[in-house]
């Protein structure tokens, strides 16, 4: 089993930056590609970014391009997530992920997930 583990989130205002850290262990991290979801209250779970396991390969969604950065350091099985120019609906609960690719990573039918971060953005 792969065990991810977020941390980083809380408050902030509207317009500030966050970084969020997902440390992973009990797999080889560079096997897999890694991405993060977010959940909205009374939404469903929506994708934000993947990484491939080299990083080679990132995607992002269309809501957060420009604005957030996902990148992973392989000596530190932790991926990150920069979170620049944050709005109000980007307020989530947020969530790290792995699977084998990033196309995986998105369909999110087999993912391994963490417990989540919360992120609250002030208007």
């Known amino acids: 089993q792969l065990q991810l583990v977020e941390s980083g989130g809380g408050l902030v205002e509207n317009g500030g930056s966050l970084r969020l850290s997902c440390a992973a262990s009990?797999?080889?991290?560079?096997?897999?590609?890694m991405g993060w979801f977010r959940q909205a209250p009374g939404k469903e779970r929506e994708f934000v970014a993947a990484?491939?396991?080299?990083?080679?390969?990132?995607d992002y969604a269309d809501s957060v391009k420009g604005r957030f950065t996902v990148s992973r350091d392989n000596s530190k099985n932790t991926v990150y997530l920069q979170m620049n120019s944050l709005k109000p609906e980007d307020t989530a609960v947020y969530y790290c992920?792995?699977?084998?690719?990033?196309?995986?990573?998105?369909?999110?039918?087999?993912?391994?997930w963490g417990q989540g971060t919360q992120v609250t953005v002030s208007s």
């Open positions: 992920t792995a699977d084998w690719t990033t196309a995986q990573v998105q369909i999110a039918s087999n993912n391994y």
């Open positions: 009990g797999r080889t991290f560079s096997d897999y590609a």
């Open positions: 990484i491939s396991w080299s990083g080679e390969i990132i």
